[in-house]
């Protein structure tokens, strides 16, 4: 007798759903999914398709895209050992986990915290151990250094300015941690261009367990390219790239990040409109009756009130995209928007007015 598919697939499926993206990826004035609203000029688009035809499109790029890879190093004044380009950050994310998890490997994960982590870690059925984020949703220091060592975890994996929350651990918070445990210490920084704390980057050296993530999806505009970057000092580095996918990254990717690391004027421009925003909106968000705003370390904001599904449901007939985040541990209630372009933001303010 034939065997049911489902006891012939990986039995760790069954606590794992597909990625989705509640209200989808169209609407008038997309909020949903933190990207720049910002795209990247003609001019310079231009550039880059005006050297991506003189490639050969039969050819496979590089094993690892080298190339790429120098330019983010050159860019972040480190060696090119210490950096490994990815096709977005999420396929690091698969990378880094099958490089570190395991059935005997622990996890500790702050809650709430990007939706992909637990995923992966289900996926490779290693033990995760939540560590509740405090009431105001900041990061509970105590308790992750004190989690850490008592379930002499294997692995953390910190958010940091944190996805969904917007909350930031501080450059010594995060040495702290990586000090006093023996795990490796993965530090996602997909949001740090719009964070009040500092890179915790310069630390790879001085602590030989720690990863930095970073995705060119948010304050570089390139979400559509997919391009992400882990650093690690070389040792690790070399670990860790065992079970990269090989040729993941395109030749239009590696073309793409050099130009626009070429004209990073266009991103420092970008983010400092992108913090004045956030600011503007924080402070009109304030005056409104019956929304809590929380303080905001990324590109997006979150709000409390009173009925987040009526209020999602709302938003989207009238033709803005914000994130339901409401399921996620302790933020019942809550909302999640970026910062979009003036008029945009206009719009949310004066549609939040109107409740
Ligand atoms: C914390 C965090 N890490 C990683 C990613 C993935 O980014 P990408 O795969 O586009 O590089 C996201 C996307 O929203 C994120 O919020």
């Known amino acids: 007798m034939k065997r049911e598919i489902e006891y012939l697939l990986n039995p760790a499926l069954k606590n794992i759903a597909a990625y989705r993206v509640e209200g989808g990826q169209e609407a008038e004035i997309k909020l949903n999914q933190n990207e720049s609203p910002f795209d990247v000029p003609m001019w310079l688009k231009e550039e880059i398709i005006g050297e991506f035809i003189k490639e050969p499109w039969n050819r496979y790029p590089d094993i690892l895209p080298y190339k790429g890879m120098r330019a983010y190093a050159d860019f972040l004044g480190i060696s090119p050992d210490s950096v490994m380009m990815s096709n977005g950050s999420n396929e690091m994310l698969y990378t880094i986990f099958l490089a570190c998890l395991g059935p005997c490997r622990k996890v500790l994960i702050p809650d709430p915290s990007f939706s992909l982590y637990e995923k992966i870690a289900l996926l490779l059925q290693s033990q995760i151990v939540t560590v509740p984020m405090r009431a105001d949703l900041d990061f509970d220091l105590e308790a992750i250094l004190r989690v850490a060592h008592d379930e002499a975890v294997d692995f953390i994996v910190l958010s940091t300015p944190n996805n969904p929350t917007g909350k930031s651990l501080t450059f010594e918070e995060i040495r702290l941690i990586a000090h006093s445990s023996d ?37 570089l505009a390139l979400a559509g390219i997919r391009i992400g970057f882990a650093i690690a000092n070389p040792l690790l580095m070399a670990e860790i790239a065992k079970p990269k996918i090989p040729f993941a990254s395109s030749r239009l990717a590696e073309i793409t990040l ?16 992108i913090l004045h925003e956030r600011e503007k909106l924080y402070a009109a968000l304030l005056s409104l009756e019956g929304i809590e705003p929380f303080l905001s370390d990324t590109n997006f904001l979150i709000i409390r009130v009173s009925d987040a599904r009526a209020l999602f449901q709302r938003l989207q007939s009238q033709g803005i995209l914000v994130r339901n985040v409401s399921g996620y541990h302790l933020m019942e209630n809550c909302l999640r928007f970026n ?10 303010i004066e549609k939040l007015g109107a409740l």
């Open 183 to 219: 795990a490796i210490v993965l530090v996602d920084e997909a949001y740090i261009e719009f964070s009040r704390q500092r890179s915790v980057l310069e630390l790879i050296d001085e602590l030989p367990n720690l990863v930095v993530l970073r995705t060119m999806s948010k304050a």
């Open 339 to 348: 910062v979009g372009l003036v008029d945009e933001n206009k719009r949310l």
């Open 258 to 273: 050099t130009k626009v690391l070429a004209n990073y004027s266009l991103v420092t421009d970008a983010v400092s409109y």
